[in-house]
T-cell receptor
């Protein structure tokens, strides 16, 4: 059974640009969550999608957005990149997203110059 | 806002030593999960504790959930170099929409076990 796949693994952007990250969950999983990991703040919850609907959202500015497709694949977008957006972005999937074991991908390392 | 304070932040020990990592909060959590993360990878779940006072063992690792479900600990006996990594505790909130997919993570403990 394939794990959670995130692409790309590494990304370098400059301030002001926008970026789109992709996440393919484990087959059969309908919930996809996104987290930002930085050395200073640790892992912080961005949002969660289930059946193409955002059910939960963390405390991030509107520049951070996401969506989920009918096959449960998810994308997150960050517009007008800032230096502080440099981080490891992790995607996690589960069957229903409530009090369950989360399976994390290896992440996308984003560097903003 | 639920917060989890994890300590210590860094731990450097010799092979064969024992260690304990603590995870504390002023909030009650429905469950506490412990993850281990290696460089360049995502966190991998080690265990979930749900009931206050619960103790779970995974080989040389012992996990405990506090009676009031506000704190947890991870104890490793006879640490080995293969235990090296980032250990994270994470709490799930109470029932309701604000809990979907959301884990509240501690800052993590970077453990280094020297041969």
């Amino acid at each position: 059974k394939a794990g959670v796949t995130q692409t790309p693994r590494y990304l370098i952007k400059t301030r002001g640009q926008q970026v789109t990250l992709s996440c393919s969950p484990i087959s059969g999983h309908r919930s996809v969550s996104w987290y930002q990991q930085t050395p200073g703040q640790g892992l912080q919850f961005l949002f969660e999608y289930f059946s193409e609907t955002q059910r939960n959202k963390g405390n991030f500015p509107g520049r951070f957005s996401g969506r989920q497709f009918s096959n449960s694949r998810s994308e997150m977008n960050v517009s007008t990149l800032e230096l502080g957006d440099s981080a490891l972005y992790l995607c996690a999937s589960s069957f229903q997203g409530a009090f369950e074991k989360l399976f994390f991908g290896s992440g996308t390392q984003l560097s903003v110059l | 806002t639920q917060l989890l304070e994890q300590s210590p932040q860094f731990l450097s020990i010799q092979e064969g030593e024992n260690l304990t990592v603590y995870c504390n909060s002023s909030s009650v959590f429905s469950s506490l999960q412990w993850y281990r993360q290696e460089p360049g990878e995502g966190p991998v779940l080690l265990v979930t504790v749900v009931t206050g006072g619960e103790v779970k063992k995974l080989k040389r690792l012992t996990f405990q959930f506090g009676d009031a479900r506000k704190d947890s600990s991870l104890h490793i006996t006879a640490a080995q170099p293969g235990d090296t990594g980032l250990y994270l505790c994470a709490g799930t909130g109470n029932a309701g929409g604000t809990s979907y997919g959301k884990l509240t993570f501690g800052q993590g403990t970077i453990l280094t076990v020297h041969p």
